[in-house]
């Protein structure tokens, strides 16, 4: 159990502010009481505890401070006096919003059948590789990623520090909150600059590492709130972050999460004007190729090599003109005629997979309950960041001694082996949302899920798109293109089922046989 210093023996519930009654106060109890009988809410006092991050899989890094801010990193840990009460960090305390009129419950997949939807697949990541990168630019007209970007560099103080804990205004999803039309777009706008090479027929699964966290909490029964778009385009299965504002803000995020990377870590000039960087990787896990958004904190130069810009990371060529290639797009194209423009600017340098980290700040506490990188190796795992950082304080004071720079590598290695039952279930899982994509209506559902309950799939709203139009041609194109080579090479998939102008089904089979022989292994 957390350790607390001072005992709480009454606190106000969290649904009410504490101007408005005292919960001490015999009067007041007795007040409250009359109400209780007199409504049908019954509320219970809450005694919010600090949690490690492990029973917190929705603290997520993926949220942007707002103006000001030079890092997209939410809240982290709490104050030894002030426990951390965000509302992301406890999902119990998550409220999804009201569904739709328009949308009804097409599935309920409880944790029971999980086991049963296992393809047989292997449950491992294998073939990993980084794709692209971008960072967002800050204060610009219109909202504009620099691609490939840089993370920030780690250098750390050599000396003791006393830091001021953060404030400030948090957003839950950087993307959504710099470009609500699309946030998926950015990504892809990445990709069609850097490489040109791979084509959309190479993509089965695009998502990030929130819908891939929640889909893993849901197979390890986790307590995890979330929802998430799901929308099949041509080849491609997209996973959409949802929030209920696209700036939607935590509010009394507490501790050093900031704070203590923007003293230990710099942008280099060639991204001075920049924050969050972004990166997307590629693995192939139980059959599928998965591409993988996420944010980067930072990068180790002992590890980084020789950082040089190369022609393939800064090319202007945007590769072929085949539909099927994604180079073929020109940039900054509006997506609607209702959506801002998406500028993509050119700069920064390529940073090796090998040299990201992750970072998170302790109290002092924590490092005789014995936290350590085992405890977030799950998500590690799913962006496969092999370097890990913990700084422990005292009071916001963080002695160098107490930072430890840890290769996480064989951790998350030896944790995959040892979860390979759940990992199964995930890949299982997978499959039945893509399956299920390709026969409901306009390819497109949303997922659900509360607390610890089961998967729900319900439709979703017409208005709801992955992708903008020009993208949504380009897979389109790409799809019907895939179907027809298939069907040239003797009908490997049975795409008698297609609907809506030659909508392609899941392609997942099409890849399964080119599983490599050998395990790749991220560190």
Excluded at 512 to 522: F, H, I, N, T, V
Aim: aromatic fraction near 8%; include cysteine.
């Amino acid at each position: 159990m957390a350790h607390i210093d001072e005992p709480a023996p009454c606190l106000p519930s969290a649904n009410t502010r504490s101007s408005e009654r005292d919960p001490c106060n015999p009067s007041d109890q007795v007040s409250h009481r009359r109400k209780q009988r007199n409504t049908t809410h019954i509320f219970t006092f809450i005694i919010s505890l600090p949690i490690p991050y492990t029973t917190h899989p929705m603290a997520r890094r993926d949220h942007w401070r707002g103006p000001g801010s030079r890092r997209g990193r939410g809240g982290r840990a709490g104050h030894e006096h002030r426990p951390d009460t965000s509302l992301y960090s406890h999902p119990n305390m998550v409220e999804l919003p009201p569904l739709s009129v328009s949308q009804q419950l097409l599935e309920r997949i409880p944790l029971s059948d999980a086991a049963h939807l296992k393809t047989g697949k292997k449950a491992k990541i294998e073939d990993l590789e980084y794709v692209a990168s971008y960072n967002w630019k800050e204060g610009g007209k219109d909202p504009t990623i620099i691609v490939p970007g840089r993370p920030p560099r780690w250098q750390p103080t050599r000396s003791s520090q006393t830091l001021q804990e953060d404030s400030g205004v948090y957003y839950r999803d950087v993307n959504g909150a710099h470009f609500s039309s699309y946030p998926v777009e950015p990504a892809l706008r990445a990709i069609l600059v850097q490489r040109p090479d791979i084509t959309v027929s190479d993509i089965q699964i695009f998502g990030c590492g929130n819908t891939f966290g929640s889909l893993l909490s849901f197979v390890r029964n986790e307590e995890r709130t979330f929802r998430f778009g799901v929308e099949q385009v041509g080849p491609s299965l997209f996973f959409v972050r949802k929030t209920n504002t696209p700036r939607e803000t935590l509010d009394d995020v507490r501790g050093f999460g900031h704070a203590f990377p923007d003293a230990n870590t710099i942008w280099e000039k060639d991204v001075t004007t920049t924050s969050s960087h972004q990166r997307v990787i590629s693995y192939t896990f139980a059959g599928l190729k998965c591409f993988i958004r996420s944010e980067s904190d930072g990068y180790l130069p002992n590890k980084a090599g020789a950082v040089a810009a190369s022609d393939s990371d800064t090319r202007d060529d945007l590769g072929s003109t085949n539909p099927s290639r994604m180079g073929a797009l020109s940039l900054g194209l509006t997506s609607s005629p209702t959506s801002r423009n998406l500028v993509v600017e050119k700069a920064g340098r390529f940073v090796p997979q090998a040299a990201m980290f992750d970072l998170k700040t302790r109290t002092i506490k924590k490092k005789t309950d014995h936290i350590s990188a085992d405890d977030f190796l799950h998500r590690l795992w799913v962006n496969q960041t092999p370097n890990f950082i913990i700084a422990f304080h005292t009071h916001g004071t963080f002695d160098p001694n107490d930072v430890h720079v840890i290769d996480a590598g064989s951790g998350i290695h030896k944790w995959e082996s040892d979860h390979a039952h759940e990992l199964a279930n995930l890949g299982g899982v997978l499959h039945k949302l893509k399956d299920l994509a390709r026969t409901v209506k306009d390819n497109k559902f949303e997922v659900r899920r509360s607390v610890n309950g089961p998967l729900e799939i319900f439709s979703e709203v017409q208005s709801f798109s992955a992708l903008p139009g020009d993208l949504r041609k380009l897979w389109d194109s790409a799809g019907e293109e895939f179907v027809d080579a298939v069907e040239q090479r003797g009908g490997a998939n049975d795409h008698s089922d297609d609907q809506n102008g030659g909508t392609p089904n899941d392609v997942g089979s099409e890849s399964d046989s080119d599983e490599g022989d050998e395990d790749y292994l991220k560190f």
